[in-house]
C-alpha cells in the first residue's frame, strides 16, 4: 500500500530510497546505495551496498548490513546493529553491535556489549555504552571527552588488517540471509 508493506520487503536496485513507510516484518535489499529514513519496521533488516544510511527510523529486530560506507544515523534505534565495511558509524541506539572496518566511529548508544574489529576505533563524544567495548584494533582508540563506556579491553591486532580479520568472521552472518533472500 502507499505507506507500508503487510510483509517482508524484498527490494534491489540501483539507488534505493525508502521514506516514511511501515514494513511489518523483514527488509532485506541490495543495490549501489540504499536510504531508509522515517520508517517503521517490525522484523529485521539485511542490507548490501556501496553506501547504507539509515536515519530517523526504528527496526525491533536486528540490522545486519555490509558496503563500504554504514551508518546507523541519530534518531535511529535497532535491537542489534551488526555491520561490515570500510568506514562504519553507530550514531543511533542500540542493544548491542558488532562492527567491524577500517574505521569504526561509536557516537551513540549501546545498552550491552559491542565486538569490534577495526584498524581505527572511534569513540565519539554522544558515546553511551553500559556494556564492554571488546576492540580488536591496530591503534589505539579514540575518546573524545564524554564519551562514556562502562569498559574497553583492547585486543591488539599485528601484522593484518582487523577489517580482514572481521571479514572472515562476520561476513558469513551477512552473506548468508541475502543469498538465501537472492
Same mark, same amino acid.
Given at each position: 500500500?502507499?505507506?507500508?508493506?503487510?510483509?517482508?520487503?524484498?527490494?534491489?536496485?540501483?539507488?534505493?530510497?525508502?521514506?516514511?513507510?511501515?514494513?511489518? *516484518?523483514?527488509?532485506?535489499?541490495?543495490?549501489?546505495?540504499?536510504?531508509? *529514513?522515517?520508517?517503521?519496521?517490525?522484523?529485521?533488516? *539485511?542490507?548490501?551496498?556501496?553506501?547504507?544510511?539509515?536515519?530517523?527510523?526504528?527496526?525491533?529486530?536486528? @540490522?545486519?548490513?555490509?558496503?563500504?560506507? @554504514?551508518? #546507523?544515523?541519530?534518531?535511529?534505534?535497532?535491537?542489534?546493529?551488526?555491520?561490515?565495511?570500510?568506514?562504519?558509524?553507530?550514531?543511533?541506539?542500540?542493544?548491542?553491535?558488532? #562492527?567491524?572496518?577500517?574505521?569504526? /566511529?561509536?557516537?551513540?548508544?549501546?545498552?550491552?556489549? @559491542?565486538?569490534?574489529?577495526?584498524?581505527?576505533?572511534?569513540?565519539?563524544?554522544?558515546? *553511551?555504552?553500559?556494556? &564492554?567495548?571488546?576492540?580488536?584494533?591496530?591503534?589505539?582508540?579514540?575518546?573524545?571527552?564524554?564519551?562514556?563506556?562502562?569498559?574497553?579491553?583492547?585486543?591488539? &591486532?599485528?601484522?593484518?588488517?582487523?577489517? /580482514?580479520?572481521?571479514?572472515?568472521?562476520?561476513?558469513?552472518?551477512?552473506?548468508?540471509?541475502?543469498?538465501?533472500?537472492?
Amino acid at each position: 500500500n502507499p505507506s507500508g508493506v503487510e510483509g517482508d520487503l524484498y527490494w534491489a536496485g540501483q539507488a534505493l530510497n525508502l521514506d516514511d513507510a511501515s514494513i511489518d *516484518r523483514d527488509i532485506i535489499a541490495a543495490g549501489d546505495t540504499l536510504s531508509i *529514513r522515517d520508517c517503521t519496521v517490525g522484523g529485521a533488516v *539485511r542490507l548490501a551496498a556501496r553506501t547504507i544510511d539509515i536515519a530517523k527510523t526504528t527496526v525491533n529486530g536486528s @540490522v545486519t548490513a555490509a558496503g563500504p560506507h @554504514v551508518v #546507523l544515523n541519530s534518531d535511529s534505534a535497532a535491537n542489534c546493529f551488526y555491520a561490515m565495511g570500510e568506514t562504519v558509524a553507530l550514531r543511533g541506539s542500540a542493544k548491542s553491535a558488532a #562492527l567491524a572496518g577500517d574505521t569504526v /566511529t561509536i557516537d551513540g548508544t549501546v545498552e550491552g556489549d @559491542v565486538e569490534v574489529w577495526a584498524d581505527k576505533l572511534v569513540l565519539g563524544k554522544n558515546a *553511551r555504552i553500559t556494556g &564492554t567495548v571488546n576492540a580488536h584494533v591496530s591503534e589505539d582508540p579514540e575518546r573524545a571527552a564524554g564519551a562514556e563506556v562502562g569498559a574497553l579491553k583492547i585486543d591488539r &591486532t599485528e601484522n593484518e588488517s582487523a577489517a /580482514t580479520t572481521a571479514n572472515n568472521i562476520i561476513g558469513g552472518i551477512v552473506a548468508l540471509p541475502l543469498a538465501i533472500a537472492f
